[in-house]
């Protein structure tokens, strides 16, 4: 097949001026060469078109491709991830991973409880701050748990996440409106382990790959999953591979994979779940648009702990994508 390949390299955009926060979740040079080296490994050719507009000025040159691999986070809006594929609908182009519609609900992570919940799927009772009057008629439990609405890469997460009383809660969600112009999600905090289940395939054929347990080492930032402790995941996080034997990681995979159907998500990424206090796993959000850097994101990095290559798991994706397309 002739493949083409969007990205959002994080380099052009530090390039533009943009900080480095605001591209957390945009890729490397690496992560690039990677898949266009399993790609070209699988029997296919690539073409690197990189993000939106670029898409947009090949697309208006005459440009097609048999299948468009799609790692594009997007800039602005709640909405981002949902622009690639929005364009490549429009012309009738095949791609990987999810659709417009499941693109934008999973980002917006209330949007994504309300409907796992729906499903009769266990997730900590949460609400949804647009502004700080809205905090007079919080009748959640504490501790409480405050991050931006629809962000990844653990972006305005840090220890003060956490919150025990409503003066924390004011300040936290003041601070987090004002820094990412967007909403608040405030969840009851659930003090369990924390997992992150890899699935493949979509709808009824998506299967679980493997669980990854996510242990803060003794220097990491105390108690979450923080932005610095994702940054400097090597140093300061343990990804231990846990199985099924095991009946919370069971519990955990059941969910996770529960969850990947009732959202829609397709041909490969991650559920992210945390345990409450009785080790009941819960549903925290889904990665429809996993990182995909050899060594750095969770799902190759599960993968590489199951024994499968890089490669391989490229291979899963896109067969994934051919099914579909086959079949519509």
Request: net charge negative; hydrophobic share 40%.
């Amino acid at each position: 097949m002739h493949v083409g390949l969007t990205f959002d390299l994080r380099d052009e955009y530090l390039a533009e001026g943009y900080g480095e926060q605001e591209t957390a979740e945009f890729d490397r040079p690496d992560t690039i060469d990677a898949l266009a080296a399993s790609l070209v490994e699988l029997g296919h050719s690539v073409d690197r078109i990189g993000r939106a507009r670029s898409l947009v000025q090949k697309l208006a040159a005459g440009a097609r491709w048999d299948l468009v691999f799609n790692i594009c986070e997007g800039l602005k809006g709640v909405a981002r991830e949902a622009q690639v594929p929005a364009i490549l609908d429009v012309f009738d182009i095949p791609y990987t991973f999810a659709d417009p519609l499941v693109m934008s609900v999973c980002l917006h992570k209330g949007l994504a409880k309300m409907l796992v919940e729906r499903a009769g799927l266990p997730t900590p009772r949460a609400m949804v701050v647009e502004t700080l009057d809205q905090l007079g008629h919080c009748d959640l439990s504490y501790p409480l748990f405050a991050k931006p609405l629809a962000e990844g890469t653990g972006k305005g997460i840090s220890p003060a996440s956490r919150l025990m009383d409503p003066d924390a809660l004011r300040a936290v969600c003041r601070d987090l409106l004002r820094d990412f112009a967007q909403p608040v999600l405030v969840e009851e905090f659930l003090p369990g382990r924390e997992f992150t289940v890899g699935v493949l395939g979509s709808g009824p054929r998506s299967t679980v790959l493997g669980t990854l347990e996510i242990v803060l080492r003794s220097d990491a930032e105390p108690g979450v999953y923080s932005y610095v402790n994702k940054e400097r995941c090597e140093e300061l996080v343990e990804y231990r591979l846990v199985r099924s034997d095991d009946p919370e990681v069971r519990r955990a995979e059941e969910t996770a994979l529960a969850a990947w159907r009732a959202l829609g998500c397709r041909d490969g990424g991650r559920i992210d779940l945390r345990s409450d206090a009785r080790g009941e796993p819960q549903f925290l959000e889904a990665n429809p648009l996993a990182g995909l850097h050899p060594s750095h994101s969770d799902l190759p990095m599960l993968a590489t702990a199951l024994g499968m290559s890089y490669t391989a798991l490229i291979g899963c994706i896109v067969d994934s994508a051919r099914e579909r397309v086959k079949a519509s």
